[in-house]
């Protein structure tokens, strides 16, 4: 007993160090995991700046480059998400959220984004149900109807909202939806297809599919005639609804137009240039048509039906025109053409081969209207036109399949002619075009290709937008996301910000403005 007490006892200071140690070396790993944490909470990934730009409000994502992205699960169930277009990726840094979604919305085929940025808000267009859902860009969420829902094949929007019109191509009506009066108007005009507005909203022009007609919407005093049969008698309209006092009418405007299928309103607010689209929509020549816009304000209220045309000239496009955009000097006219077309932008008198369709970019001198140079860029029709950073215009097409490049590479050809992708940079300083991304057949493949492994197209582009001052675009394209630098065309890696669906559209919420894109 008293040499295992004493041996108990010998052993009582050795276990106290192993304690003190023991001790010791926990609470030296407690203040170590306490400074490591101080280190690491110390760094902001995600700063709220003290004063935000146009004092915009400050996101639930603390996202300020935001890319919205509208996409579909399979044609009827669709989804919005958010994009950071700083760091190209599609959740956060430290993936604690893998996904920004806007919530709220279940509009199921979101192919149309209108993008309001200094209103911190949009609108987003379904086409399979006809939905036009309000996105407001500050709760990053859906905040109702802007609109009746209704299948269009264009909607038009004024910028503060009043006036939302709708071209229902398949009913045969064009619909102004004017808040002001809190009233809809459905204007009977079989086949129109197109409605384009100016940026005060003073001018509204309808187009209609496979025809030389134009119209200009304009709107009556009030109850400056009892009947819309009244209205029409006396201003020689289509139509005019309602049919008892009768708020807006639509006239056919004079001219010799050729399959109108646009319009762009010149950047001091003084001219349209109608698009006429002519033989890629079945008619006879392309060229753009000048009118004064001062006669065709929704104001100007005729009083007898109008034969004299405002067209104060014409100017054929031999290369073709769908789209339109300027940078106050130059008119870019987008298009397409079955003949060869020069530098010069004039036909060289050779056909294109099989007859196909060849897409050009013309440029025009607003001080002469004179139709000055010609490019060759991507197939297809053109609808998409974006000015971004580095002096650089970019088009976009859809179903440029269908031209004359996939033929050349269908044949084997091995020159840049044989790339018939539909995203086209064009280089304002050198001006040259150059299609992305690059493809070359047999030897260059695209660099990161679409869940169809096509290793040449990606498709048509159904959207784009500019991400200002980061030098690069993001876009909807074959149904993925691809981005590029602006700099030199390449494409930026899609790995962290490609969406499970099938991307539809895209837009920069956090532009600068709302003519950014």
Same mark, same amino acid.
């Given at each position: ?14 276990f ?10 926990? =609470?030296? /790993?407690?203040?170590?995991a ?10 902001? !990934? ?12 400050? *996101?639930?994502s ?19 998400q ?5 760091? #190209? ?5 430290q ?6 979604? &806007?919530?709220? !919305?279940?509009?199921?085929? *979101? ?9 911190s808000?949009?609108?987003v ?16 969420? /859906? ?8 299948i ?7 910028? #503060?909202?009043t ?25 009977n005009?079989?086949?129109?297809f ?5 940026q ?14 134009? !119209? ?18 006396? +201003?020689g ?10 708020? !807006?009418c639509a006239?056919?405007?004079p ?8 319009a762009?309103?010149?950047l001091?607010?003084?001219? &349209? ?13 392309a ?11 929704n ?13 104060? /000239? +014409?100017? *054929? ?8 955009i ?41 001080a ?18 974006? =000015?971004?950073d ?9 179903q ?25 940079? =064009?280089?304002?300083?050198a001006?040259t ?62 790995t ?13 919420? #956090? ?7």
């Amino acid at each position: 007993m008293s040499k295992l007490k004493n041996q108990s006892i010998s052993l009582r200071p050795r276990f106290i160090r192993s304690l003190h140690l023991t001790r010791s070396t926990a =609470f030296c /790993a407690v203040l170590l995991a306490v400074a490591t944490f101080g280190l690491t909470s110390c760094k902001v !990934y995600y700063k709220v700046p003290a004063n935000t730009f146009g004092g915009r409000p400050v *996101p639930p994502s603390k996202l300020f480059e935001r890319v919205l992205v509208g996409a579909t699960v399979n044609g009827s169930q669709g989804f919005l998400q958010i994009l950071d277009g700083l760091r #190209d990726l599609r959740g956060t840094i430290q993936n604690i959220n893998q996904t920004f979604p &806007v919530s709220g !919305y279940s509009g199921g085929y *979101p192919s149309q984004i209108y993008n309001f940025p200094e209103q911190s808000k949009g609108l987003v267009y379904s086409s399979s149900d006809g939905s036009l859902i309000n996105i407001n860009y500050g709760t990053e969420a /859906a905040s109702g109807s802007a609109a009746s829902s209704a299948i269009s094949s264009a909607i038009a929007v004024s910028a #503060d909202f009043t006036r939302i019109f709708q071209a229902e191509e398949q009913a045969g009506l064009l619909v102004v939806n004017d808040a002001s009066v809190g009233g809809a108007y459905a204007l009977n005009i079989p086949n129109v297809f197109q409605i384009v507005i100016n940026q005060g909203d003073t001018v509204a022009l309808a187009m209609v599919r496979n025809s030389d007609v134009l !119209y200009r919407i304009f709107k009556l005093n009030l109850n400056q005639y009892p009947t819309a049969q009244a209205a029409i008698a006396v +201003t020689g309209s289509v139509d005019c609804q309602p049919l008892l006092l009768p708020v !807006y009418c639509a006239v056919a405007v004079p001219g010799n137009f050729d399959r109108p299928s646009g319009a762009y309103f010149s950047l001091d607010g003084s001219k &349209v240039y109608i698009l006429n689209s002519g033989p890629e929509a079945g008619g006879t020549t392309a060229s753009i048509s000048i009118m004064p816009q001062s006669g065709l304000v929704n104001t100007v209220i005729p009083t007898a039906p109008p034969t004299v045309s405002p067209v104060i /000239a +014409t100017v *054929p496009v031999p290369g073709g025109v769908t789209e339109a955009i300027s940078d106050g000097s130059t008119l870019y006219l987008a298009g397409q053409s079955q003949n060869v077309i020069g530098t010069n932008g004039q036909p060289t008198g050779t056909a294109n081969p099989n007859g196909l369709f060849a897409g050009y970019l013309s440029t025009m001198s607003l001080a002469t209207n004179q139709i000055t140079a010609a490019y060759s860029i991507s197939d297809g029709n053109h609808n998409q036109f974006l =000015f971004a950073d580095d002096n650089t215009l970019w088009i976009g097409s859809q179903q440029c399949a269908n031209g004359v490049r996939q033929s050349l590479f269908a044949a084997g050809n091995t020159t840049q002619a044989a790339n018939y992708n539909c995203l086209t940079r =064009f280089d304002l300083n050198a001006h040259t075009p150059f299609i992305v991304p690059a493809v070359t057949n047999g030897s260059v493949q695209v660099g990161y290709p679409n869940t169809n492994a096509d290793l040449y197209y990606y498709g048509s582009l159904t959207g784009i937008c500019w991400i200002q001052n980061y030098h690069k675009v993001y876009t909807a394209y074959g149904g993925q996301i691809h981005a590029f630098n602006t700099v030199d065309g390449s494409e930026i890696n899609n790995t962290n910000i490609t969406i499970q669906g099938t991307v539809l559209s895209v837009a920069y919420m #956090d532009a600068l403005t709302n003519e950014a894109n």
